[in-house]
C-alpha cells in the first residue's frame, strides 16, 4: 500500500494531476477541498460554516478537516492507496493524519510537492474563475489571501515531512504531461 501526498500552493495543479495519478495507479483520492464543497452544495452545518472562510481564502479549522479524513479512512477499509489532495495544510494536521495511518498499520510513503511561482499561479485560477463557478477564483484579492494563507500556515508542512525524507520536490510549470511524468517517476520508486 501507497499513501501519497500531492502538495503545493492553490492552483499548483493538485487536482489536475490527482485525476491522472488515480486513473493510473488506482488510488483512493481525498481532496478536503472537494469534500468541504461538496458539504457546501448539500448545504449541511459544517458546509455553510466553511463556506464563510473558504469565500474569504482562509482555512477551515483543523478538527473540521480531520474529521472528514478520518471518516473517509473508516469508510474504504479496502482502499490500496490514498491520494491526499490540499490535506495536511498545517503541521496539527500532519501529525493527526500520521496517528490516524498509524491505527491502519500504514504511513505517508511520498510527499510530492508542486512548486510554481507566485504570478502563474494568480493567471492560472482568474483564468479558471472565469469558468469554474468556484466563489475563491473570482477575485485576485481572495486568490492572494489564499496564496499568503498557504506560505503564513501550510509551507511548514514540507519541513514537517522533510524530517523524515519524504519530500520530492516536483518543478510545476510546463505541460501537464511532463509534470505528470515526474510525479510517476517518484511514485515508481517507491511501489
Ligand atoms: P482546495 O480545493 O484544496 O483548493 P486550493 O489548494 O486552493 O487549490 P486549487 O484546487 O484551487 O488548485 P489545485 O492545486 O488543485 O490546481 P488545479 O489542478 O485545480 O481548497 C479550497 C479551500 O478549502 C481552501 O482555501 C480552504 O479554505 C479549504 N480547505 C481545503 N482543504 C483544507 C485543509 N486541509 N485545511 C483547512 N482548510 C482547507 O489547477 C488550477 C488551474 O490551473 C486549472 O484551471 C488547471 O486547468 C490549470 N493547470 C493545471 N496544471 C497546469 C499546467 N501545468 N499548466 C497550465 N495550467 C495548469
Ligand atoms: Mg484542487
Redesign the pocket.
Known amino acids: 500500500m501507497l499513501n501519497v501526498i500531492l502538495f ?1 500552493p ?8 490527482s485525476e491522472k495519478l488515480i486513473a493510473k495507479y488506482g488510488f483512493k483520492h481525498l ?4 469534500l ?1 464543497r461538496s458539504e457546501i452544495t448539500a448545504k449541511t452545518a459544517l458546509g455553510l460554516e ?1 463556506k464563510g ?2 469565500d474569504k ?4 479549522p483543523d478538527e473540521v ?1 480531520i474529521g472528514m479524513i478520518s471518516h473517509a479512512l473508516e469508510a474504504n477499509p479496502k482502499a490500496t492507496g490514498f491520494l491526499f ?6 503541521e496539527a ?1 500532519s501529525v493527526a493524519l500520521d496517528n490516524l495511518l498509524k491505527k491502519y498499520n500504514t504511513q505517508i510513503g511520498v510527499f510530492l510537492a508542486l512548486e510554481v511561482s507566485e504570478e502563474e499561479l494568480v493567471k ?2 482568474l ?2 474563475g472565469l469558468t469554474s463557478g468556484r466563489s ?2 473570482t477575485n485576485e484579492e481572495v486568490i492572494r489571501a ?1 496564496i499568503i ?1 498557504y506560505e503564513r500556515k501550510t509551507m511548514v508542512v514540507a519541513d514537517y515531512y522533510e524530517k523524515f525524507k519524504k519530500v520530492a520536490h516536483i518543478k ?5 504531461e511532463d ?1 505528470f511524468n515526474t510525479l510517476c517517476n517518484e511514485i515508481n520508486k517507491r511501489v
Open positions: 503545493g492553490p492552483g499548483s495543479g493538485k487536482g489536475t494531476q481532496s478536503t477541498g472537494d468541504l466553511a472562510l473558504m481564502g482562509q482555512l477551515v478537516v489532495d490540499g490535506f495536511p495544510r498545517t494536521q492560472r485560477l483564468n479558471r475563491d477564483d489564499r494563507e510545476g510549470e510546463g505541460s501537464v509534470i
